[in-house]
Every structure is written in C-alpha cells, then in structure tokens.
C-alpha cells in the first residue's frame, strides 16, 4: 500500500468523548474560568499545577469501583503511569510530598480523563476541564466545610445560575447502614449502590444490593427507609436525632454534631437556604470522610415568556446531572505518608456549567465569529492604491489602545470585500486618500444591513488625532 492510499483511509474525527473548541465556544469556556478563578482568589486561594499523568500506584485503591475509568496508559519500559482521574489525589500527593506545608487554600483548572460513557450534548466528555478550590490543614471544626460552601454558592451567582445544594456527612451514612444491618465489610460497596440513586429508581438499587451485593431484602428496606428522606437542613437534623436507634450509634452522633454545627457557621454566611441535607447523596469515592455535598441547577423559570416550554428531556438543565461535587477527604494524605492532613474541597465541572450557558445564549451565525471592535478599511478611485500602510498605521494605534481591531490582507481591498469582512464588527474606520490629507478619518457605526452599497452614510468626519476617543466613546 502506497502512503497516498494509507492517508486516504484515515477517518477523520476526535476521539470518542473529546471535542474541538474555536472561537466563540472558547470565549465562553474562558469566561467561565475567569469567574471561578475570580472567586477562589477572593478567598485567598494559591494556584497549582500538576502534572497529566501519575504514577499508577498513585492513583490506585482512592476511586472505589470508579477505578476501572482511570485511562492506563502502555508500558514503555519505565515507570507505570496513568492519566489523572480528577485533581483531588494528585493535590493530597502533592500535600504528602510538601511536608512544610501545613495549612493552604489551593485551586487549580486542569483537564481530567475518564473511561466514561460519553455524552457531549449532555456536557460528559472523556476529556474535560475541572475546577477545584480546596482548604487543606488543621482548622477548627467545620469554618472550611462552611467556606467552601459558600464559594460555590458566590460563584454560581456570579454566573448567574440558579442552583440547590445537597449535602450528608459519610459518618451519618456509615452508621444508618450499620444500625441497618450492613456488615462493615460491605459498607462502601453498598454505599456505591446508593450513590446511583439520583439516575436510578430505588427498585434497581435494592435489586443491585440483594442480588449483587449479597445484602439481604430486609436490611435493604430498612436503607430505603433512611435514603428517601431529605429536606431542610434544620429540619432533617432534628429528625435524624430524634431517631432511637441512629442517635444511638457514635458515628451517627459525631456526624449531627458536625452537620448541627455546619449549621449555625451557614446561617451567618447567608447560605443556610440553598441547601438541603439528602441522606440518597453518597459520593462512590472510596477517600471521602465526613461532609459530602453535590450541586444540582434548578431550570430557568418560563412564566411571562411568550416561547413554548422546553419538554424536560430535551433540556439541558434537565440532563446535565451535577454541575459541582466534593466533600472532606480527611484520610486521604495520610494514605501517601506519614502525615495526615483534613481537607475539604469542591470540583466545579466546566464542560456541564458551559452546556447550560451555552443553552442561554445568542447563537452566532458563525463559529468563527471574531471578538473584534473596530475594521479598518479604505476606498478610492481609479488610481486607488488601497491606502494598506495608511490601515496598518490606524490598526497599530487602535492596538496600542488596548482596542481589538483587523485590517483586510491585501494591498488593494476592494470595498465590497471589506464591508463583508466586517459584518458583526460594530464600529469601521474607513480612509480616504484626501481626507487622510487633511488629518481626518470617518468613523462609522456599522448594523446588520450595511453593506457597500449604502451611500447614505459614510460614517462620521473625525480628526485623525481623536480617534481612540472617540472609538472608545462609542463602544
């Protein structure tokens, strides 16, 4: 086979749950990273980067039955590695191995990769981005959990979604699955099962528990009992204590003493009301160890909108699942050395946060639609010679300025060309040879129907020198 014809059987297309961004997409995307990152930085937060890919060894025996989505990659005669499942663990490596780092408030944005099952309508990717904000050291009792919150809570006003909050504590679970009779050993399997919950009705839960798990029908019930209640937080509190058999278990005890104190540090952080506690939230991550929390968005509301509503299926806001998740992970470093360090930490998922805006907004006519403010041009007659140093001069005075500006790439553009390249840009300089003489240019407010034919308007005489004014002015 000859290299022509071995190109010619290339398919070309990303990789199953990957996808290319250009243009306004990533416009977007970068917003969304500057208005977490504005927030993580209110609160103190110190940048971290770290590499894409691990020590295997790393990363094993932390994600519970969701190891088998950690992307192996081959061996090539040196170390074992694998690309990294989330930012969590490769923080707490980090942790482990910076001994003299004993208290931190630490973000980073970075891709993560996951054997999934994709769905890119739905914002799930085998590649995406994730943000984390995590406080890590020693701390009173529950100040960081209730910070963290509230990070999430400022950075989904400032993107101006809608969102609840739901959150449980591990050692409440962990002792309601004792007092239901689930034997220790058994306790994070049948945890995972619970965790599917919010896709799965209960009858396919209690089916996986019995049938795969090994739990017997009526332990089974008595979980069902616990995990369908949820509600105010305050409230469910007072239920859960009021219970015989839970308030009789230390572990139970330890986590309402936690959550009851979450409390009041909530209530004085004026976000007590978006948040209910959820005894189904389970989080399957082997390394969580006491407050556990996951974001959810609550649909724009269509009343006095004159469009039809949106069937539940065909919304993303209906099918994009969380859109931020994490919980304290305690443990965790220790697991790397000899030193335990709590943590507690949040992961925003960017792709499923970009769905959602990306489902609000103006769509362009073009994905390749610039960010551009002003189009240089120029005209002429027939001796025109298109005035091009005359346009690099403008455009280079229009960057100096901090103004995003283009010109066409060609000696002699013809005006109709030049009309077309500016379409969507909303101001235009445009040159002449005689005015330029006199030190003067014409600025000119472009809209939708313009095109070279509009004689009407030519835009406005200005003096050359007043032209960053004046653009800046009007935009």
């Known amino acids: 086979m000859t290299t022509k014809e071995a190109k010619s059987t290339v398919q070309l297309k990303t990789a199953k749950g990957t996808r290319d961004w250009v243009g306004p997409d990533l416009i977007l995307r970068d917003y969304i990273f500057q208005t977490i990152s504005n927030v993580f930085k209110r609160h103190g937060g110190t940048p971290l980067d770290t590499p894409v890919f691990e020590l295997r060894d790393i990363l094993t025996e932390k994600y519970g039955e969701d190891s088998r989505l950690i992307y192996d990659l081959e061996d090539q005669g040196g170390e074992l590695c694998s690309l990294r499942y989330d930012l969590t663990v490769p923080f707490a490596r980090w942790l482990a191995m910076n001994t003299n780092v004993t208290q931190i408030k630490r973000y980073q ?51 101006e979604l809608d969102i609840s909050i739901k959150i449980n504590h591990r050692k409440i679970l962990d002792g309601l699955f004792a007092v239901a009779g689930v034997p220790d050993e058994k306790i994070r399997h049948i945890s995972s099962a619970v965790d599917k919950l919010d896709k799965a009705p209960w009858a396919d839960v209690k089916r996986e528990m019995v049938e795969e798990k090994g739990l017997s029908e009526e332990v089974a019930d008595r979980i069902g009992k616990y995990v369908g209640l ?115 930490g949040v992961s925003f998922g960017v792709d499923r946060i970009f769905t959602l805006l990306d489902a609000r907004r103006e769509k362009k006519a073009s994905v390749l639609a610039r960010e551009i403010d002003v189009y240089v041009m120029a005209f002429g007659g027939k001796e025109f010679e298109g005035l091009l140093l005359e346009r690099m001069a403008i455009a280079r005075e229009l960057w100096d300025a901090g103004i995003r500006a283009e010109f066409a790439a060609k000696i002699k553009a013809k005006l109709p ?56 002015r009007l935009l």
Do not use: H, W
């Not at 994709?118 to 910070?147: K, T």
């Not at 472009?446 to 030519?458: G, V």
């Open 109 to 159: 944005i970075a891709k993560v990769y996951r054997r999934d099952q994709p769905a890119i309508a739905r914002g799930r990717l085998r590649e995406f981005y994730q943000c984390d904000f995590d406080i890590a050291g020693l701390y009173d009792p529950m100040i960081p959990d209730a910070e963290v919150l509230r990070v999430i809570v400022e950075i989904f006003d400032a993107l």
């Open 230 to 344: 949820n509600g105010d937080l305050q409230k469910m509190l007072a239920l859960l204590q009021s219970d015989e058999a839970l308030s009789a278990n230390d572990k139970v005890q330890a986590g309402l003493k936690d959550m009851a104190l979450l409390v009041s540090y909530l209530t004085a952080l004026n976000v007590i009301d978006r948040i209910s506690f959820d005894l189904s939230l389970a989080r399957g991550l082997d390394y969580y160890s006491g407050v556990i929390f996951e974001v959810l968005t609550k649909p724009p509301s269509n009343s006095g909108s004159k469009e039809p509503a949106k069937a539940k299926g065909d919304s993303p806001f209906y099918q994009v699942g969380s859109i931020a998740a994490g919980g304290r992970y305690d443990n965790l470093v220790g697991m790397f050395g000899k030193r335990p360090v709590p943590c507690i």
């Open 417 to 472: 060309q030049q009309f077309k390249a500016a379409k969507d840009v909303p101001l235009a300089v445009i040159l002449g040879q005689d005015e330029l003489a006199d030190g003067l240019v014409r600025l000119k407010i472009l809209r939708a129907s313009d095109d070279e034919t509009d004689e009407k308007d030519r835009g406005q005489l200005i003096p050359k020198d007043s032209l960053v004014s004046e653009v800046k």
